[in-house]
């Protein structure tokens, strides 16, 4: 049902009583000041509540139904009442602080927050006590610091999203009480150093866009997703970790050495890279894109699936013994290639060698090639 933009003040209590089937309910650009929560109390069905953009100081959602998504933003709210496990709350340009004490009766479980001002030390009440994923972010004014105490409490968090702040910092003590935890995002922030111990189900986190130069993380088992490109690193010693994905591109790598056997998906595009030395029987993806490798590098990964070279100074290749490769890139080099180099790619569908130094080349050796951009 759509009441959007009808310029309503006012619901009456018996407005929607006979709506029972009702999923789905506009009432966005209107100018109410003030709802209790028994209007909606016969809408049993309902999934998703937009309140977006009224004029909305108080409002209560007892007895709404438990799995109802609810729309606030561009309110000016200063006190909600909920009693039920309401699914996601969105407060845009609402509070002028995030502070949940107003918040009674009600176990909210997902979280999100845009566009807040400041933060409390301690964000903890018995209003959040069961939420499992908070999402803080685009708080582009104040917020560059969160305390060591902020989450302490707040048990059963497995989601935490901090991105696209101000955050100058943070450290361990931030998350050490959170042992469930398993996604972090701190994208998007200005932080220089990162220390996290013992998070024993952190599964995925993503520093991207930051001002990283130091990344130190000890007793994560099960941590196996890393995002760290667009920073500031200029060595990376973190590779006897059990990571399956790792993100290093945009950043400052001179040179980079690993010998793992958990790593998947590498990605050291952008960066200034002249040394490479990689052992891996695990990873299937590498992109080497846009650095200043020519000879030094050593690549001994037997499974590999993909490999993108291109934009380097590479300048020959003799053989390549990477029998189950699918794709490879060494676009944009200096390449002067031995009718030999590929014989060995028997698996290989994709092969571009554009904008390189050949002038010969039998492609009559490479048939069972689907596709070579040569030109």
Known sequence: MDLSNKKLTKLEKNIFVSLFNLKYLNLENNKLTKIEGSVFVSLINLRYLNLENNLLSKISFNGICKDVSINLNSNCLKNITIDSSIKLILLYKNMPAVQF???????IKDLKINVINSIDKKLYSESIIDLYSLSLNYSYQFVNIFYDETLYGLNKLTVVDFSNNKLLSFNNNLFCKLQNIKTINLSNNYIKSVN???????????????????????????????????????????????????????????????????????????????????????????????????????????????????????????????????????????LIISEKAFIYLIKLKYLNLKNNNIKQFNIHLLTFIKKIDLL
């Open 196 to 334: 996290i111990n013992n998070l024993f189900k952190l599964k995925s986190i993503d520093l991207s866009y930051n001002m990283i130069t130091s990344f130190n993380i000890l007793n994560c088992p099960k941590l196996k997703h890393v995002n760290l490109s667009c920073n500031c690193i200029f060595i990376f010693n973190e590779t006897s970790h059990r990571y399956n994905y790792l993100n290093l591109s945009y950043n400052y790598l001179a040179e980079f050495s690993l010998i793992n056997n958990y790593i998947k998906e590498l990605d050291l595009s952008y960066n200034k890279l002249m040394l490479l030395k990689i052992t891996s029987n695990s990873l299937l993806n590498l992109n080497v894109k846009n650095n200043f490798l020519s000879y030094n590098y050593n690549i001994y990964c037997f499974n590999i699936r993909s490999l993108n070279m291109s934009n380097n100074l590479l300048k020959y290749i003799d053989k390549l013994t990477f029998s189950k490769l699918l794709y490879l890139n060494l676009e944009s080099n200096y």
């Open 101 to 107: 004490p107003i918040i009674r009766k009600n176990t």
